[in-house]
């Protein structure tokens, strides 16, 4: 039977890994892990909730509802953000200004929504 | 005290599993903090680049390549990956969730997106000559893609 897990020191090293069915923890490449010591996973930083206002048509053209929130931080590398709303469907969208942290989240539903934001660094 | 913590046999596999404060690891009615039934998304690499604009005025089109000029060091197999892009006109904007969203001068129609071993291809075209110039941002996870 294969180790699964491995916890403590290995040969000098910390080692915390668990492996997939039918992989050896000890042995096993990466893409064999479903966890592992040294691992870089996406960590949201920011996250929250926010009511967006309905979109609406003036003049024949649409006029997005749309709603800013401050994330608390600038940023040097774009983030990844992950976003939905409160239907969990992908109608609403949004820009980030990374110099300020301000992301504006706009709707083009004829209907109020609540949206849900993460914003993921990855380093 | 609640038992947070549980490094064994659980839900029929060996494992590591962290439940949420205040929850029970053994019974938990919440989403568990670390579960290793499941993968976790590995960041492998991350990288930008400007992309490089072609307009061809006479189709009323900009085009923007990066055919194989990001490179990530090989993993052997295909990985997972993310995008999107940053609008450069009017400053230092992100946009979401599509990767390109360009309210102003035109609209993107087309959209391609590749790893070939260890290079990014990438193309997409805008619709008007006007279009400004946008980064290309990704992230390569060690995650497999099949």
């Known amino acids: 039977m294969a180790d699964r897990v491995v916890v403590g020191d290995v040969g000098g090293g910390f080692m915390l890994r668990v492996s997939k069915p039918g992989y050896n923890a000890y042995s096993a490449p990466p893409e064999g892990l479903t966890f592992h010591e040294n691992m870089r996973p996406l960590v949201p930083v920011v996250s929250g909730y926010v009511g967006v206002p309905a979109g609406s048509i003036s003049g024949g053209n649409l006029v997005s509802g749309q709603v800013t929130v401050s994330l608390g931080m600038g940023f040097s590398f774009p983030p990844k953000v992950l976003i939905r709303n409160s239907a969990n469907r992908i109608s609403v969208q949004a820009t980030l200004n990374m110099d300020n942290g301000q992301l504006t989240i706009f709707n083009d539903t004829p209907a109020p929504v609540t949206a849900r934001y993460f914003v993921f660094m990855p380093f | ?146």
Do not use: C
Not at chain 2, 24 to 35: C, E, G, S
Not at chain 2, 90 to 96: I, K, L, P
Not at chain 2, 125 to 141: A, E, K, N, Q, W
């Open chain 2, 1 to 146: 005290m609640t038992n947070r913590l549980r490094i064994g046999h659980l839900f029929g596999q060996p494992g590591v599993y962290i439940s949420q404060p205040g929850d029970d690891v053994n019974n938990p009615t919440q989403a568990l903090a670390l579960d290793t039934r499941y993968e976790t998304m590995d960041i492998h690499h991350y990288g930008r680049r400007r992309y490089n604009k072609e307009v061809i005025s006479s189709i009323n089109t900009t085009f923007y390549t990066s055919f194989g000029a990001e490179q990530f060091p090989a993993l052997g197999y295909e990985p997972m990956f993310m995008f999107t892009t940053i609008r450069l006109a009017s400053g230092n904007w992100a946009s979401y969730p599509l990767g390109i969203y360009n309210p102003g001068p035109g609209f993107t129609q087309n959209f391609e997106f590749e790893i070939r071993g260890n290079a990014i291809w990438t193309t997409f075209d805008m619709l008007g000559t006007s279009t400004p110039d946008y980064d290309f941002v990704y992230v390569i996870f060690r995650n497999r893609l099949v």
